[in-house]
């Protein structure tokens, strides 16, 4: 697979992301894919849908904006920012109305056209910091 046709599907993946098309983003995946960096665990297709309606539940007006498209071989990292307002309950936290964002890098490894195995890793204390959850550290 060429390198641009793994940023192609990459594209697709955050397009259907900022759509809320949750069965669509899943079609780009193969039905055993996993999912690194949600959980302790990987997550299969079903346990990404859940953790993804949950995040687009309590960020409704949330957009994913990619920053850069790496690609090698069958492997593309993603560099993105989330942009949204809590709006919704997330991780047991009711909603303040704050406006977030949230930097991330995610790769996805890609075979036959379709994702096998994606991995996060997103910035989520500083998500917690913006929500209040967890005090900032004071400037020195």
């Avoid at 309606?53 to 994913?64: E, K, N, T, V």
């Avoid at 090698?72 to 109305?97: C, K, N, S, W």
Wanted: net charge negative; hydrophobic share 40%; glycine share 8%.
């Amino acid at each position: 697979m060429s390198a641009e046709a793994t940023k192609t599907i990459a594209r697709h993946h955050m397009e259907r992301l900022n759509q809320r098309d949750l069965d669509g983003v899943l079609q780009l995946y193969t039905a055993d894919a996993r999912c690194h960096g949600f959980a302790p665990e990987p997550l299969d297709r079903d346990g990404y849908r859940h953790s993804m309606g949950m995040l687009l539940a309590a960020f409704p007006d949330s957009r994913f904006t990619v920053d850069e498209l790496i690609a090698e071989g069958d492997m593309v990292a993603i560099r993105h920012y989330l942009h949204g307002t809590h709006q919704g309950e997330f991780q047991g936290i009711p909603p303040t109305g704050k406006q977030v964002t949230v930097t991330a890098i995610g790769i996805l490894h890609v075979m036959d056209d379709r994702i096998v195995e994606t991995w996060l890793n997103a910035d989520f204390l500083g998500l917690l910091q913006q929500l209040g959850v967890i005090q900032a550290p004071s400037p020195a």
